[in-house]
């Protein structure tokens, strides 16, 4: 039986099963991708209920198949949503992963310390519970006071904001400023978000028109019309899946990922396939050479042959005496109806 690490360099759901969070493996495994087993990034749920990557699901459905990986039922690209909820377990779950791994390791090698109880006075538990009380107090205080410093997000104008200062802000209309003229904490607005790009349809789109939509992407335009329209689906689908994510890359290192794409997958199925031949090679060489294996093969087929044979007779007999023991119940069962025509009835005169 293979022996499990913990290991947080290469993670792993199996890192936990030799711990005593062994449950924590089925978290693991649940905040995977069903496609990559990776963590999720920028997750997006399907129609059926899904979760997978964005570029995952995006690929999958554009080149692969038109349903879901896990359920298989009909989906489309546009029934994509994104699934912020698992974003952020993701997110707090691997920041942690590590740390929880190594604490786990490391308490699994020391030994479980004795607890003993001192001897409790009725006013020293009163005394307790009257100063946990006030700690209570006192940091539910400190809880509430501080939460005023948290900034938040006006959901109008995207600026970040003190809590305590988003209401005046809102009834503002976004035009207040700070104490000191500018706006608050100096914060500046976040820049425009990201838009998808469309994507272009084969059967109607002309090559003309997808080589501008490359050209005014800054991607290459050069190739086959087969290979343009590829280019561009694919940098339709790095592009919206980097939409997708909660911390977009820039545009240049998508097209790095277009162009790693192209030298690899294209080049791939571009190359030219390996013709093998056999020249001067006697039949009767060959047949003697590899005699051996040929038998070999004949009398496995035989005696494949030879059980099915077997089986299917030894069926049909079990069959047979099914039926035959079906109609001896029937024949049991029956009333007698008929006497014998040697026992008639005598008429008494």
Sequence with gaps: MATHTMNSDIPDPSDWIDSKLSGLK????????????????????????????????????????????????????????????????????SAQRATILRVVKEAA???????????????????RRRSGRKRTRTNYTETLVSSDDI????????AMLPGAAINRHLDNNCNDTGANGGNWLGTKKKTKPLRKIQRVNQASESVANVRRKLQDEGLSTSGSKQTLFRRYDEWVTLWNANVDNKTPRSKSDIKDDLRRWETTVVANENAQPVKMTIKNIDDRQWVQKHKEDYDYLIEQARKSILKKKQEKEKEQQQQQQGHQKAVDRREDNEPDMKRSETEGYQVVS
Excluded: W
């Excluded at 090698?109 to 005394?127: A, F, N």
């Excluded at 900034?151 to 995207?158: R, T």
């Design 26 to 93: 089925d978290v693991d495994e649940t905040l995977r991708c069903h496609i990559c087993k990776e963590f999720f990034t920028a997750p997006m749920i399907t129609g059926c209920g899904h979760t997978f990557c964005s570029l995952c699901i995006q690929r999958y459905l554009t080149n692969t198949s038109q349903r879901c990986p896990t359920c298989m039922q009909e989906q489309q690209i546009s029934q994509l949503r994104k699934n912020v909820t698992v974003e952020t377990l993701v997110e707090h779950f």
């Design 109 to 127: 090698k020391q030994p479980i310390p004795e607890v003993v109880e001192p001897p409790s006075s009725p006013d020293l538990d009163d005394g």
């Design 151 to 158: 900034q938040v997000e006006c959901p109008v104008c995207q």
